[in-house]
């Protein structure tokens, strides 16, 4: 399908006289009958079409330039256009400006000269091809290597909250776990930064909005960013409205944003300097500004600041990051309906950043409840059996040693074969199990756990390094009833106990 050739030419023996002359040389074809079913084939697969000028006369010439206006990125579908002879229409003229890659080819035309344009197309629409599936591998590769990053992330995480119950008033401890927290929470981000990168790439990437304060934004985005600017002594100016704002946005990637342009301020200003966090609320707009005196941009650097992998140097230090920060938030800014750009006065005299958003709503957030579990209701919740299960042994056991620690009856087991045997014998009252392990997974232990006497009843919590929506409905077709990404937060899997308490 992918490597035919469309013919369009509705009139006359063009269209059979072609397809013959294509056939004979090992060429597939089709002929389309209408503009729709143009369209139809073209949506199927095609390496290359063949137009006749009456084919785009007028206003038919419209609905071929909306579908090839809306390629995918990889995507320049070659275009052969038989023109009349001797002649230069407007129609021509139209073409060539809206379809992009045409060759015209004047009839009559010869045979080989017909043949040779249509070989050079197929050969141009496999490099095409090639450059899709190496994107496609890129981001199957990101995912897979998020992945891989999240499983030794867990242990390390789990082990600083067992560190935190062995020593709760060592100031020696504290500074040391309160170090390798924040360092896991940066490797945390940057592979969220990657899982984005291939999420936005195959258009996986949904909003997940409500409503939410601009204060939630603004703190979120200082504490992430507070570590950046604390190792190179930096000042940051907080300058926001008096009044509460309640914004109509996805919490987590707007944070994600403003946090991004804090990190790129910290990272491009000299040790020492100030930076400034300025959110303003006008109407229904919502503008953040991230003003820094840092080493400034030329104009060079501003038209690509936020292209995918963009690295600006900083002079007398090595290439750090990943060059994805500022791009993920523009692309974020655009799904809100929003906008971000950048100025700067030059080279030394550091740079603005304005993220503008029209996301400002007039209803006010319920208050939050706050509710504190009572000591006879955490007797009972710590009173219920646990399982955990994880091929990485060190991710298994420190979840096993933190959550013994709580008081909780708790087993580790290290496969999904032992998970369904363990289930079946102990009958624990929570499972909390990893998904990608050797022979039997996650899913499948699942499934058979959910079949055995008591299973239905038992709460299960997929503990992964799979993160994306499709990795969270196939959890929950599995018969897991909740989903957490590794390195898990301590809390909020306290919550999902709480839940089924």
């Known amino acids: 399908m992918e490597r035919r ?40 697969g095609a390496g290359a079409l063949l137009l006749v000028e009456e084919a785009i006369s007028g206003t038919a010439l419209r609905p071929l330039a909306e579908y090839v206006a809306a390629q995918p990125t990889w995507s320049d579908i070659p275009i052969l256009l038989l023109t009349r002879s001797g002649a230069d229409s407007v129609d021509v003229q139209r073409a060539v400006e809206h379809l992009g890659n045409v060759t015209v080819l004047e009839r009559p035309v010869r045979t080989i000269a017909l043949i040779a344009a249509a070989r ?53 401890v504290t500074q040391l776990r309160n170090v390798v927290n924040r360092q896991v929470t940066h490797l945390t981000r940057l592979v969220d930064d990657l899982l984005d990168v291939a999420r936005i790439t195959t258009g996986k990437v949904v909003l997940k909005t409500g409503q939410i304060s601009l204060q939630s934004v603004i703190n979120h985005a200082i504490e992430i960013s507070m570590s950046s600017m604390e190792s190179k002594g930096h000042e940051l100016e907080v300058i926001q409205p008096d009044s509460g704002h309640v914004l109509f946005a996805d919490h987590a990637r707007l944070v994600q944003s403003v946090a991004n342009l804090l990190v790129n301020a910290a990272k491009f200003t000299p040790a020492g300097g100030h930076i400034v966090l300025a959110a303003d609320v006008a109407g229904k707009t919502v503008t953040f500004r991230v003003i820094d005196n840092g080493i400034g941009l030329e104009a060079s650097s501003i038209a690509r600041i936020f292209e995918l992998f963009a690295q600006t140097p900083v002079p007398g230090e090595a290439p750090t990051g990943l060059g994805i920060g500022l791009s993920l938030a523009r692309q974020f800014a655009v799904m809100h309906g929003g906008t971000l750009h950048v100025t700067s006065p030059g080279l030394g005299r550091g740079s603005e950043f304005v993220l503008t958003l029209p996301v400002v709503v007039e209803e006010a957030l319920p208050p939050v409840q706050q509710e504190k579990m009572d000591p006879e209701k955490m007797k009972e919740l710590t009173a219920r059996k646990i399982l955990v299960v994880d091929d990485n042994v060190d991710a298994a056991d420190t979840l096993e040693a933190l959550l013994g620690m709580d008081g909780f009856d708790v087993k580790a087991v290290y496969d999904g074969v032992a998970a369904v045997e363990a289930a079946e014998r102990i009958q624990p009252d929570v499972i909390v ?28 919590i997929a503990l992964t390094g799979w993160g994306q929506t499709a990795d969270r409905n196939r959890a929950g077709q599995a018969g897991f009833d909740h989903h957490l990404v590794k390195p898990v937060d301590y809390d909020q899997l306290m919550k999902c106990l709480q839940e089924h308490a």
């Open 5 to 44: 050739i469309v013919i369009c030419a509705p009139t006359g023996q063009d269209a059979s006289l072609t397809a013959r002359v294509f056939e004979s040389v090992g060429l597939d074809c089709i002929i389309s009958v209408s503009p729709g079913d143009l369209l139809d084939q073209l949506s199927q």
């Open 120 to 172: 050079t197309a197929i050969r141009a629409r496999e490099r095409q091809y090639q450059v899709r599936d190496a994107d496609q591998r890129k981001d199957e590769f990101l995912a897979t290597l998020a992945h891989e990053l999240r499983n030794p992330l867990a242990p390390i995480r789990t082990s600083m909250g067992i560190l935190h119950h062995l020593h709760p008033h060592s100031d020696q």
């Open 433 to 460: 199990m990893d998904i990608g392990m050797p022979g039997m997974d996650g899913y499948d232990a699942a499934r058979m756990i959910r079949q055995q006497e008591g299973g239905k009843n038992m709460t299960l």
